[in-house]
């Protein structure tokens, strides 16, 4: 079993940053795949990012790229989610997700993940 906590969330004026982390517990965390999701009000779960258990490899849904960015400390068993000039849009409650193996096209698809946070709040005010 893993749990993840994630913290971080909060209400940013747009165009402004917050950091998101994801404390995972219960198995090596160094040997997970860890994505965060979001789902805004009304809207489907999305894919956000994706890293791999090294962190050499990183993915992003291509709304976020350039503003996000995701990395991870296994000394620390936390993985991370930098979001800079943040818009209105980007309003949803943020989950990260953990898996022990899925194949690399897998990783934007919410059900290749085993274990999931109960999500934080970031509201982006225009």
């Known amino acids: 079993q893993v749990q993840l906590v994630e913290s971080g969330g909060g209400l940013v004026q747009a165009g402004g940053s917050l950091r998101l982390s994801c404390a995972a517990s219960?198995?090596?965390?160094?040997?997970?795949?860890m994505g965060w999701f979001r789902q805004a009000p009304g809207k489907e779960r999305e894919f956000v990012a994706a890293i791999t258990w090294s962190g050499a490899s990183t993915y992003y849904q291509d709304s976020v790229k350039g503003r996000f960015t995701t990395s991870r400390d296994n000394a620390k068993n936390t993985v991370y989610l930098q979001m800079n000039s943040l818009k209105p849009e980007d309003t949803a409650v943020y989950f990260c997700a953990a898996t022990q193996s899925a194949p690399t096209m897998r990783l934007r698809i919410d059900a290749a993940y085993d274990y999931w946070g109960q999500g934080t709040q970031v509201t982006v005010s225009s």
């Open positions: 219960g198995r090596t965390f160094s040997t997970l795949i």
